[in-house]
């Protein structure tokens, strides 16, 4: 399930099937990810997955994801319907009613035209609307702010931290010069990788044996190569092309501190949580993140990482040397704060929710 938004819905479904006896997944199912669904069948016998697969033609693919849904909402009186990303709200717009929750996450929310039009619908006739953060809350209220605030709540994302995520970290840098960063998740402008980069050349004035390590699918990897070249840091960036859980979980036990500088793009995206922070601090890497977006539920300033405006160079280096200046304070911390969005925590905010519908 690439992205936050299938990560939610897979990891939702997970947690829900120990309190419901029918859980039913409508997702579209790609090539690479069956083998995830069938091991969450396995798992889980409660859980049904009703999986579609692309059509060559779009309209035909959009026409079963209407059909199917419908048909699985007159089906039976679920206790709760709910429907996470932007086409899921636009269905929401023409199913039947529903005790239907919209999940918003952030990159869902910057529409035009009719399109906007079927959103807002979709938002107005659910009984409750779930956003990931408070800052998604905020701007969700701003882009539609015709819809009744009381029946928009937070719950923040969750990680499944098993025992592999909680351990200790062995290479904390003794030499402050050294330093592993890293960065998990797509190579694009959102995410923050091409505002790293244009902060390591004052990075690597304090700390010059620094390495930078890129984790994600590469969406603008090019553009991020010809960045790093134009600054003159090559030499201290590494880009790592292994997706799997293994993979990452290695890649993060050794680096040091999690960077995630996102901005908000020209088309209205910007950062709705950032959960792959979270794991992150899992693993006691304190986080370094940009303060004006989700990214301020995820860490806790001062404490388990700082927030800094992703284009001040200064602030970006000044927060870094203040995380190695008390590096195992704020190690120890990240992995505390990442505690509370264990999924066995935030399902009970989903079945409190579930329960007043």
């Known amino acids: 399930m690439p992205g936050g938004i299938g990560n939610h819905a897979y990891c939702l479904a997970k947690e829900l099937n120990g309190a419901y006896q029918d859980v039913t997944v409508l997702t579209e199912i790609r090539e690479d990810e069956p083998g995830e669904w069938q091991e969450l069948l396995r798992a889980n016998s409660g859980i049904r997955i009703q999986g579609l697969r692309r059509k060559r033609l779009i309209l035909l693919t959009y026409l079963s994801r209407i059909f199917y849904a419908y048909r699985l909402i007159r089906q039976k009186a679920y206790a709760a319907v709910f429907f996470s990303g932007k086409f899921s709200v636009w269905l929401n717009a023409i199913m039947p009613r529903s005790k239907s929750v919209v999940v918003i996450h952030g990159s869902e929310l910057k529409q035009r035209g009719i399109a906007k039009a079927v959103f807002r619908r979709g938002l107005k006739r659910a009984r409750q609307i779930v956003c990931v953060s408070n800052f998604t809350r905020r701007q969700l209220i701003s882009e539609f702010n015709d819809l009744d605030s009381n029946r928009i709540v937070v719950i923040n994302n969750g990680i499944n931290n098993d025992g592999t995520s909680k351990k ?14 890293v960065t998990v998740g797509g190579i694009h402008r959102r995410k923050g990788q091409f505002n790293v980069v244009r902060a390591l050349p004052s990075i690597v004035e304090f700390f010059p044996g620094v390495k930078y390590r890129i984790a994600g699918l590469p969406v603008d990897k090019e553009a991020l190569k010809s960045l790093i070249v134009e600054e003159g840091v090559d030499e201290y960036v590494q880009f790592h092309h292994g997706f799997s859980d293994d993979e990452i979980n290695v890649l993060l036990a050794d680096s040091h501190i999690f960077m995630m500088l996102s901005e908000h793009t020209s088309n209205g995206d910007f950062e709705g949580f950032g959960i792959a922070v979270v794991e992150g601090m ?15 539920d995820a860490i806790k300033d001062g404490y388990s990482g700082l927030l800094v405006d992703p284009h001040d160079i200064g602030e970006v280096t000044g927060a870094l040397k203040e995380i190695l200046r008390n590096y195992e304070e704020y190690s120890g911390n990240a992995r505390e704060w990442a505690d509370r969005f264990e999924w066995k925590h935030i399902v009970k905010k989903y079945r409190s929710l579930i329960r007043k519908l």
């Open 282 to 296: 899992a693993r006691g890497l304190p986080a370094i993140g940009s303060r004006e977006s989700g990214l301020a």
């Open 168 to 181: 200790t970290i062995t290479n904390v840098p003794l030499d402050k010069k050294k330093v592993n960063l």
